[in-house]
């Protein structure tokens, strides 16, 4: 089994041995992707903690209807999960959900593993992986490709950036249940990715209509 305490990582209730010996799961953001991937994570009987600024949101009743509990804030998201996975809107929203006063960076009490699923700019994923690694924790990014239908199948694509083989592992092994992930490079590197394939994609579209 992956042990993630090879680099000193504890959880809550002693040592995080990879996702079967886990304590909880924490996802913040749960949209039309967010919802699809946290059910999969339910399915696969993990367990997690949600939380979304609309907290009345369908991915929030459908995600509690299926046993995930429901925190109030970020704050107390952070109090009780280990890992937490962030699928927001864009960069501004990553950049603040992490680094600003009050962000998960200032409220995190232990070491924890973080995997931000949103498409943002390399470099700012860069900024706010740095930052997260000199409060002391592990963090990832994770943008992924295939859309609502493949969140909801659980088919996703992971295009994973990580700034060591054990972190890329650990990353494997927290998402699989939600899809594929593909280990891209170092941190920052699954985001230019996932923007190489959107040019891709758009130069193909561009083709087509001409």
Avoid at 72 to 80: A, F, I, K
Avoid at 163 to 168: A, E, P
């Amino acid at each position: 089994m992956l042990r993630l305490a090879q680099r000193g990582f504890r959880s809550a209730g002693g040592v995080f041995r990879g996702a079967r010996g886990f304590s909880t799961i924490g996802f913040i953001g749960l949209g039309n992707m967010g919802s699809g991937m946290a059910a999969n994570l339910l399915k696969a009987q993990r367990s997690l903690v949600v939380f979304d600024k609309m907290k009345d949101s369908p991915g929030i009743v459908e995600a509690a209807s299926k046993g995930a509990r429901v925190a109030e804030d970020v704050g107390e998201l952070c109090s009780c999960a280990d890992v937490i996975i962030s699928m927001v809107p864009g960069t501004r929203d990553v950049v603040n959900l992490y680094t600003a006063d009050g962000g998960i960076l200032s409220l995190l009490k232990k070491p924890s593993f973080l995997i931000d699923c949103s498409t943002i700019d390399p470099i700012a994923a860069q900024h706010v992986i740095k930052k997260a690694q000199e409060e002391g924790h592990r963090m990832v990014d994770a943008p992924v490709s295939g859309g609502v239908p493949a969140a909801k199948a659980g088919t996703l694509t992971f295009m994973v950036g990580a700034d060591s083989s054990d972190d890329s592992k650990a990353a494997t092994e927290i998402l699989s249940p939600m899809g594929n992930p593909k280990y891209c490079g170092s941190a920052g590197l699954g985001q230019a990715v996932k923007v190489s394939n959107n040019l891709i994609l758009a130069a193909s579209m561009l083709g087509v209509a001409e």
